[in-house]
């Protein structure tokens, strides 16, 4: 599987945009890049998943960087509710079976 | 939006007892996985299951793990004799495998061997 690289944690203010940035060197052509997160005391929750294009939806955007070594998930407004761990996880969109392999993921902070 | 449920939302035993954690998948989903978390880790892969077989599974996922989709709807992971270290949260999730589909997961079920 294509290894992800996330800061271990980070902090925002509230009402504050965050970006958290996931770089994915390894990548191949197939492979689309989710991201879940965990609240505290829940099971993973679907964020955004895209494949080359940026992505909106009504919870965040992704930025996919033209190479595609790197992308952002940007909270256009952090709340207290979006206090979690995120994960940014590859998966390749070919092969219907593949898992999702969760790595540590970045544990953000929002500050009131 | 379509959900995963799961039943119990916790379940406590003894060690050594048999027991079965219970998913309802989306109805028109294909694949199915077991996922597990021990307090304070991260999220583990088990098993993925289908057309009523394994199609693969991790090296956590021993003679002591079996899954099963007994009706067409329920999906079911047994633990048949439990160890204090099985104590954990475990997640199923399921997918309809179109390209670029996702996998959605359910709230989950704590269970604690004592």
């Known amino acids: 599987d294509a290894k992800t690289t996330q800061p271990n944690s980070m902090e925002s203010n509230e009402e504050e945009p965050v970006h958290l940035p996931c770089n994915h060197s390894t990548i191949s052509g197939t492979d689309y890049i989710h991201w879940y997160r965990q609240l505290p005391s829940q099971g993973p929750e679907y964020v955004i998943h895209?494949?080359?294009s940026n992505v909106n939806n009504r919870m965040a955007s992704l930025a996919i960087a033209e190479d595609r070594k790197s992308s952002t998930l940007i909270l256009h407004r952090a709340t207290l509710r979006d206090a979690a761990v995120y994960y940014c996880?590859?998966?390749?969109?070919?092969?219907?079976?593949?898992?999702?392999?969760f790595g540590k993921g970045t544990r953000l902070s929002v500050i009131a | 939006e379509p959900e995963v449920t799961q039943t119990p939302s916790h379940q406590v035993t003894q060690m050594g007892q048999e027991v079965i954690l219970r998913c309802v998948p989306i109805s028109n989903h294909l694949y199915f996985y077991w996922y597990r978390q021990i307090l304070g880790q991260k999220v583990e892969f088990l098993v993925s299951?289908?057309?009523?077989?394994?199609?693969?599974k991790s090296e956590i996922f021993d003679d002591q793990f079996s899954v099963e989709r007994p009706d067409g709807s329920n999906f079911t992971l047994k633990i048949r004799s439990t160890k204090l270290e099985d104590s954990a949260m475990y997640f199923c999730?399921?997918?309809?495998?179109?390209?670029?589909?996702?996998?959605?997961f359910g709230p989950g079920t704590r269970l604690t061997v004592l």
């Open positions: 895209g494949l080359t």
């Open positions: 299951f289908y057309n009523n077989e394994i199609s693969e």
């Open positions: 999730a399921s997918i309809n495998p179109t390209g670029g589909s996702r996998p959605y």
């Open positions: 996880i590859l998966r390749r969109g070919s092969s219907g079976n593949t898992p999702l392999v």
